[in-house]
């Protein structure tokens, strides 16, 4: 992960908010792909890596929160970015309890767009601290079993 661009999927079922984000962290430079919601983006997930997921909670065939779920069993499951409109912020909480790495609230004030980049890229730093301390640990057991 260190030498390679991260892969975020977006899964949000507003079109237009779908390519907003898509473009901005393109910009941000990543490589996105969007899932219109949690059928399409299971898919995507079980087909490909994806490095982090931002998830919206509200969508038609099921909650963010119970695609979440779903999202967390997989092995191996990419760091999840948990978006929501609702200024309740039990969601939030739950989302949090629930596995996900952070969360970001959609608002129309125009802070939705650099909070959720700030977000993915905590996310994505962790994960990758994360797999090089796993990597360091792997190298020194082969060392000292040698």
Same mark, same amino acid.
């Given at each position: 992960? +260190?030498?390679?661009? +991260?892969?975020v999927l977006y899964i949000d079922d507003d079109e237009g908010l779908r390519r907003l984000v898509e473009k901005d962290l393109q910009r !941000?430079?990543?490589i996105v792909e969007t899932a219109t919601g949690g059928t399409d983006g299971m898919r995507r997930l079980r087909e490909q890596t994806f490095d982090l997921v931002a998830l919206d909670h509200h969508m038609p065939e099921e909650t963010g %929160?119970? &695609?979440l779920a779903k999202i967390v069993a997989l092995p191996d499951p990419p760091s999840v970015?948990?978006?929501t409109g609702e &200024?309740?912020?039990r969601i939030a909480v739950s989302a949090l309890k629930a596995g996900a790495y952070d969360y970001v609230i959609? @608002?129309?004030g125009g802070q939705f767009l650099p909070? %959720?980049? !700030?977000?993915?890229?905590? !996310?994505?730093?962790?994960r990758r601290t994360? $797999? &090089?301390? @796993? $990597?360091?640990?792997? @190298?020194l057991r082969e060392s000292r079993d040698r």
């Open positions: 992960m +260190p030498d390679r661009i +991260p892969k !941000a430079g990543y %929160l119970e &695609l970015i948990f978006v &200024l309740d912020g959609k @608002e129309i909070l %959720l980049r !700030a977000a993915i890229a905590g !996310a994505v730093e962790i994360l $797999r &090089l301390k @796993e $990597r360091a640990e792997q @190298e």
